[in-house]
């Protein structure tokens, strides 16, 4: 069998599918004809000020990748195929100038067989189609409702307009003959009990019957050989079977270990092996059960359904689920590699989380993402490609690159143990987006899943009934701060909180690379502090990000940008934390906390993630990381703000989400302000048993005079250092004659 | 060919599968086990009295079905097939003691070839299997749990334990040669805009080619072919097609015609018509949409999703749905024929409905049904049959039982235009069934309803977000009336009211026919009152259905049956009424009201229904016919009861539910209490657009005084005779000194 033949391609732009490019520049692949125009004129980089602007033309061209084909000599029965891993978004395939093939979606491979071009030296074009866009729809995010083209290119609150295009996975032909072994499916299913697995292993050959064996077997992580199979080959599709009892059992951090098998497949022909596959798998059983109490509403008749399941059964347990939302790490997918996903998922784990949901605004994470939560025991809800948007107008051709991409992305995932969860997209039934259970491709989906992966969960959307999104302000426009929107929500309206935020600023370092030195300080409108979501970046609230009203109405006017910098990273921390410990609080009436969001594709100005662009840690994370430790004190703060004089209280709880018991000890709760530091009370408290939180007693103390920007509540527990918690809280800044504080002023930008 | 082969079997009872019945008695079929027995030993009817009882032991036995099955000579590439057009529940068939087949499912014929045993006379034996009982449920409709059987037979607040058994369709042997035509399965697409439609003809030929062509042609109401079609015919699957431009639409009653086309076919072989078929179809596009205002919820954040979407849109045009769910008009399935469905659907259309709910606790209705709801144009949601139960332990077994019985349902239901929505099942999504989005069985039937009829929507379950069930009572618990039950819900909680009761006693006449005539009054437990579930019915109410303590409440002591009857009658009227007419004042925010129930399976002695059995209809039903017409004067009335001197007040409001405007009118209102008669107001209105409804005046005047047991309010609509509505109250009776009224009694049975 001859070698793969690399393919080295030069792109240029054209304005219509049949005309040549004025120009080619060198293309690397994986990558974007974005990047690559713009390396090869030197550009700045696209992420400071508003360069990104200048890119805005390109969506609107025709791309043509063009390699030369050399002349290729075929083995007998030998085809070379055109393989492109990622096509963003669709493209014509042309030889010679002459269509081969057509394709549309990002997620399935493109193969096409070039054994006809293989005498001699061919030209070899991928011409990429503009971005999609919806006829007819506005210059937003809506563009993207007739595609299955992730929609964040299109602009978000927290994204640029602008929409990569190009090879976003590598391309090359392969040379493929009888010995050539197609991509292995895996699929499992666990008996009951968990006692058994039975493992499917799949391949589709291509017509041409190979007449050779599969010889498979799965290793257990000690790499001992557990079970073993054989299976001829032959054309179409090929089925191995392999069961193994008493299964190591994959867990979610926190829970237990990750245990991955590995499935080692060789294809023998005439007594040679011709090729070998290698592919790691983890058996986990996961559910959506009902939360505790939620069987019990509604109550009264004329009565509805009950709350949707939101609680994560793994292996039979019930686990909280505290995690974040992933979103792109890049704007251009191709750039996204292993090491990025690694130092970014890194973090996750030690922040104590256990979950991350894949948002469907942007791509589908390859392999390589899965390959690391299954090894970090991060688990995770998967989006398909539909966020925010109402795709029931796109028609037939949608439903059928849907149906194809979902195929592809469900054949793949499906033996990723850390697929924990698959949804039909986010925020769908709202009336933004306006899609409802009767939406043709959430039903398509639900089918699909259905058939390909039965076993793991399936929601449409969430938010559903009783899974909440939002707040994501510190502070609404009723004047409640974000610990009051989280207290007053009644089990009835939160068994899940799989979506809220609270947002703050980069840091300083970070804004000074990217907005000019002339915009930074103060702030302004017509900035980079406004192409880069610190103004007036959700429609909701002309004060996002940067919430300046909010750092106003809590500290009066800012002096210097370092102020309004760690001013706003304090909210953001306390807003942050506040929510993942009301809602652990709440267990197991509540049993999904996931902020809005983990990270983000480029430098925000300011935005709701916790790492900024592309993997800096916003301070926000080390309060997240406490208030998401397995085992913490915890203080339910009434509210943010506190005047001298008052009589501040909280009540004290004992949080535990680990799978065993907390030993008994002490909470010493103190307060410090300014100069002065009291011990409010000291709550000695018995065990707590494993997955269960301890309500202890309430601490009250009237607050000092003496006006300070902030205290401290901390919680001390002497003997086990690493439950200690310390709160930073507002002392309001009280007007010279004591007076009520100042009223919230509008923003006037 | 030969001509078909009838059968005419005995049966009888054994201990096991492989015993011989100890006798046999003659069996009609269609029918049941049951009815051959009881038929065969003189037994009394089963509807009277606690007669049912006498049955229990029934359902516990092995029931054979023999016939002699002839020696038949076969023309060339002739079978002899067994055909069994329903099979309840599960059965072996045996021909001369040997197993030949084996069935699982009522509404999958069972075909057997039994060409095999053609040279010969054998015996053949059906053999059904005893009830399917979930191992280890309860003694009632769980049980039901692990098998499609329909639940109702286990047991329900309105129906005896009594499961039915045996072939409840017809059976016979039918020669099939190369000339024999399978069952045509149709299925349309209507285009976006509704000007042509596509049909769809599909047949699976055995594997014996037949070589033949198939023609068809499709023919307009009025005989006229508007296309044609041929194909050759082939083993396998044969697919044909037609399109029809500008399609005549079937509409629902009350919006337009019911325009029904037919498909004929013939089989043509070597130039000869072997085989004709004519199928009527008619063609609609059925969506559910939105509410209106549905989109402005969830306001606050942290947010849910918007309600579901309640609201059926006909061929464009948003319909207030007017109903009542249709249950089992027999306990035997078996018995029902096509004049039961036309006398009960008659009275559905008489009385303004255009909708019914087949409730999933019964059969899935053969094709009579859904023929006449075509022509009546009645449109009806069909439910799988899931009910009130948890089927997701249920297994492999259930599942692939499940999925056959569907495809079977949906392939020969889609073709109907009444039928406008499938629905999983009932109830399913409440703490009585315990099932959830994630259940395996609901998301199979979704899979399966987007493949074969994706065009007609599907809601895994009624109550969902916004849909609501209940309440079944005049009075509940909290002491509102049904008049107050259903003026305290918001929007929020009632997009549609899919399912609402109000129990009423069976007639005088009827009560006499089965309650034997020493138990008939005083009403007392432990009598064929309570068997007919007049009492302890429902175990939400001990004084279900009989309502008791509510008449109690009102009245006082009842002194005679024919008292009781009409004071009960009189509630169920006004209540039912009630529910209608508010739920219409809600449109568009609501656009659904169906009633709990419409007919009933046996004689109950007090039950939701408005038709007692088996088609008489309760006084109810003529104010329900009032509440549905298309345009009515409509009074809010606060509350059913009054007493002298008090303030009484209504709202008036003109109500149009038509596709046009109600031209303009005066309505005049009027309370007739005792010999006193007085005009409150006269309103005249405006013309009112189509499908909108008319706020009025608020009426109000001062009681008289002066004892009586009810008072009239009366709208007259001079020059509209037909909108005019006459309301029957309470005038509560008070106890000598003035004080309050008597409060409830609880009622001690």
Redesign the interface.
Known sequence: MTANIPLAFHVGPSDGPGREPDAFVPARVPGAVQLDWARAHDWAPWWQGDNFRQYRWMEEKWWTYRAVLPAMTLAPGERPVLVCDGIDYACVVRVDGAEVARHEGMFTPLEVNLGAFAGKECTLDIVILPAPRMPGAPDDRSQARGSAKPAVGYGWDWHPRLVPLGLWRAARIEMRGAGWLPKLQLGYRLAENLSAVTVKLEWEFPSAPPEGRLRYALQDTGGKTVATGEVGASAGRVVGQLTVAEPALWWCRGHGAQALYTARVELVLAGRVTATQTRRVGFRRA????NAGA??RPRD??????D??ATLELNGRRIFLKGSSWVPPEVFPGLIDGARYAELLRLAGEVNMNFLTSWGGGIVNPDEFYEQCDALGLMVGTDFPLACNNYDAAGEAYLGVLEREARTIIGRVRAHPCNVMWKGGVEL???WS?M???S?PL??L??L???LD?DT?????T??????????RFR?ERGDDIFQ??QR?TSR??TA?CE?GCPGPASVEVLREFIPPEELFPVRAGTAWETHHGLKAWDADPATWLSLSTLEHYFGPTGSLEELVGRGQWLQGEGMRSVFEETRRRWPECAWACNWCFNEPWPAAANNSLVTWPARPKPALALVAAACRPVLASARIPRFDWRPGETFECELWLLNDAPEAAAAGTVEARIVWGDDSRTLLRWEHAAVPAQTNLRGPTARCVLPDGAAESFELCLETPGFPERGSRYRLCCRLVVADGAAPPATRALNL
């Open positions: 559910r959506m059960v009902m069987w019990d008749f004329p009565k509805g359904r009950s949707a399941p039934f709202n009336a306006g409802t259970d009767q043709l039903r398509l639900g089918k899943c259905y058939e039965r969960p399936y929601l449409a959307t938010p559903l009934q009783g899974m909440m999104h939002g707040d994501y609404d929107i989280f929500v309206l939160g909180h809220f």
